[in-house]
């Protein structure tokens, strides 16, 4: 008996430990799955364009009456001029200033229309805000899935490690005990020990170096524009861009994408190491896609969700937009 169990782990065991590297190393990929990880269906629309010109201008550059000043907040006189409405509320404002007793039935009608236009504008505008917000979100959601999926089966696949370590140690205490109950304590105990030794030292490592990888492909990657911050976007509409590239000068103020952008390196989001490897994990986050862990497009996910919440900011701007225009005239 002692001598099947001394050949059996003489033999086998080298080829046996060999074979759950093999199988630890595999990059997880399957036909199913293809879709999930190599197209998104996140976007429907067409890719916006427009130049740099007809971005808005800066609020800061434009002369804006005293009178809207001490009626609209900052805020909301941004968020007008994002959306492309300042001249029509300057106008709307000059006319509500007036008297109403003195309202000609022209002025009444053009109230009414630019009341109509700028509320028509501000409701299209809260839609943009909501369908890129709701891109960011199902691509947070896409990264998420993927994540997760990969994570279950590195776990699955650090259960079976673990059961073959407790495979290995009570097989060779097994082997051990049978030869000693017939008498054999020589080189043939000490062989299985160091045998067995190895293997959990082996199941071990690879325990702690289980990590499995998928290709992931962004080609339409918001990060990449919050990233780099041209002048002009195909993501985002043009008034969001302007949203987020929007600061005050003179007053040490940074812009949403610039704080986004702080964040991700501060926070170690996008933390290098090794310099030398800075630009390889650039290129993945921001650039077309490549192979991913499931630990970085957990974090991939957590800054789309981060972009979208700065997206939604601005609701609460064209919020406070209307309730200010509300009050217009009372």
């Excluded at 099947?4 to 782990?9: D, Q």
């Excluded at 630890?24 to 197209?39: D, I």
């Excluded at 000490?190 to 490592?205: D, K, N, Q, R, Y």
């Amino acid at each position: 008996m002692h001598s099947f169990f001394f050949h059996f782990f003489k033999k086998n065991l080298f080829s046996i430990c060999l074979s759950f590297l093999l199988v630890s190393c595999t990059v997880y990929t399957k036909t199913h799955f293809n879709s999930l990880t190599t197209t998104s269906n996140c976007n429907h629309e067409a890719p916006y364009s427009y130049t740099e010109n007809e971005m808005p201008k800066p609020l800061y550059m434009l002369q804006l009456d005293s009178a809207i000043l001490k009626r609209f907040t900052l805020p909301s006189l941004n968020a007008a001029n994002a959306i492309g409405i300042l001249p029509k509320l300057e106008e709307l404002f000059q006319l509500k200033m007036q008297q109403k007793s003195n309202y000609t039935t022209e002025q009444q009608l053009n109230i009414l229309s630019l009341e109509q236009q700028i509320q028509q504008r501000i409701n299209i505008a809260s839609l943009e805000v909501a369908s890129t917000a709701s891109e960011m979100d199902c691509e947070e959601e896409r990264a998420d899935q993927v994540g997760n999926y990969l994570m279950g089966k590195i776990d699955d696949a650090k259960t079976k490690l673990t059961v073959g370590t407790i495979a290995f140690d009570a097989l060779g205490a097994i082997s051990a005990g049978i030869l000693l109950i017939n008498g054999h304590s020589g080189n043939a105990t000490e062989f299985i020990g160091i045998g067995t030794g190895l293997a959990e030292a082996t199941l071990g490592v690879l325990i702690l170096t289980k990590n499995k990888k998928v290709k992931f492909y962004h080609p339409r990657n918001a990060l990449r524009d919050i990233w780099n911050g041209p002048a002009v976007s195909t993501i985002f509409p043009s008034s969001v861009w302007y949203f987020l590239n929007y600061k005050q000068p003179g007053k040490n103020e940074i812009s949403l994408r610039e704080q986004l952008v702080n964040k991700w390196v501060s926070f170690g989001q996008i933390a290098v190491k090794k310099p030398q490897q800075k630009e390889k994990v650039y290129a993945l986050y921001f650039g077309n896609g490549g192979t991913y862990t499931a630990e970085q497009l957990s974090n991939r996910a957590n800054m789309y969700d981060q972009l979208e919440s700065y997206i939604n900011l601005m609701k609460q701007d064209l919020r406070m937009l209307n309730v200010e225009l509300e009050k217009l005239g009372k």
